[in-house]
Nanobody, 124 residues
Framework: EVQLVESGGDWVQPGGSLRLSCAASGFTFDNYDIVWFRQAPGKEREGLSCISESDKVTFYNASVKGRFTISSDSAKNMVYLQMNSLSPEDTAVYYC?????????????????WGQGTQVTVSS
């Protein structure tokens, strides 16, 4: 059974940083791409970043490029999202998701599985 568990969400002041973690299990990690997306109340789901485990290609949405960094540790089946220079607009529930063909250098695509999410709140 595919399982994705996010952690690391917290309250942080504007300008602060957080690192989110995604623990993956139940599938062959190197065969999947991992996507981070978020959803804020009343807003559409927003794809943030992805990484292709097979070739380590990454992609970033323009809204987070330069502030967020995605990385992975295949030995631990973990994916991380380092988030810097956070603003109140980044407040949302953050999810990691997995898909076979979910990531390329040009964008993020469909994914089949995602976790329960972790809350990130940015406020003063």
């Amino acid at each position: 059974e595919v399982q994705l568990v996010e952690s690391g969400g917290d309250w942080v002041q504007p300008g602060g940083s957080l690192r989110l973690s995604c623990a993956a299990s139940g599938f062959t990690f190197d065969n999947y791409d991992i996507v981070w997306f978020r959803q804020a109340p009343g807003k559409e789901r927003e794809g943030l970043s992805c990484i292709s485990e097979s070739d380590k290609v990454t992609f970033y949405n323009a809204s987070v490029k330069g502030r967020f960094t995605i990385s992975s540790d295949s030995a631990k089946n973990m994916v991380y999202l380092q988030m810097n220079s956070l603003s109140p607009e980044d407040t949302a529930v953050y999810y990691c998701a997995a898909g076979i063909w979910a990531c390329s250098e040009y964008g993020m695509y469909t994914y089949d599985h995602w976790g329960q999410g972790t809350q990130v709140t940015v406020s003063s």
